[in-house]
T-cell receptor, first 114, second 112 residues
């Protein structure tokens, strides 16, 4: 079984400030981890993913996430927020073997103020 | 590739009517997923296919919901009869060998 918990349904930051979106997962085996972004009236778009290897993963639009096995976390960060980052962000987990689907968290809405 | 294509983008129908949502996955992808997104329940996996075969439909809410994948390039999700509580955004996604899922733009369904 696998699950994802995203802390905070809404996160507000000022333009230029650090973005930190939290994600904790539960998985019985080493997981694959993903962050997706959803802009209004759009589908989900992959930001970045972790499968194996380097635990610090860089994605599009300046985002990165670090896989921390000891903390079962995969938090998403960006050093400096931009207005265009305002969107909903979803963390997801899957397992690398057998039939495994993505399990999504509830999502975190990122609000960016001028 | 144009990505995952869903149609229609918006659908408004009356309660009791049949609704059919359509999806064309990315060519070469062997997994196809149907998700439903609502404010209350977030993203829910309804059903997924591997090589056109339904693998897990445990997320399908009721017998009113059915999905088919007659070939590798087309899938449908049907609701018959539709009810107001079925109002949601329905997403189709495809992936290659358990890689990341690529999502369509979604179909916003409103049942009045």
């Amino acid at each position: 079984a696998q699950s994802v918990t995203q802390l905070g349904s809404h996160v507000s930051v000022s333009e230029g400030a650090l973005v930190l979106l939290r994600c904790n997962y539960s998985s019985s085996v080493p997981p694959y981890l993903f962050w997706y972004v959803q802009y209004p009236n759009q589908g989900l778009q992959l930001l970045l993913k972790y499968t194996t290897g380097a635990t610090l993963v860089k994605g599009i639009n300046g985002f990165e996430a670090e896989f921390k096995k000891s903390e079962t976390s995969f938090h998403l960060t960006k050093p400096s927020a931009h207005m265009s980052d305002a969107a909903e962000y979803f963390c997801a987990v899957s397992q690398p073997s057998g039939y495994s689907t993505l399990t999504f968290g509830k999502g975190t809405m990122l609000l960016v103020s001028p | 590739d144009a990505g995952v294509i869903q149609s229609p983008r918006h659908e408004v129908t009356e309660m009791g009517q049949e609704v059919t949502l359509r999806c064309k996955p990315i060519s070469g992808h062997d997994y196809l997923f149907w998700y439903r997104q609502t404010m209350m329940r977030g993203l829910e996996l309804l059903i997924y296919f591997n090589n056109n075969v339904p693998i897990d439909d445990s997320g399908m809410p009721e017998d009113r919901f059915s999905a088919k994948m007659p070939n590798a390039s087309f899938s449908t999700l049907k609701i018959q009869p539709s009810e107001p509580r079925d109002s949601a955004v329905y997403f189709c996604a495809s992936s290659l060998d358990r890689g990341e899922a690529f999502f369509g733009q979604g179909t916003r369904l409103t049942v009045v």
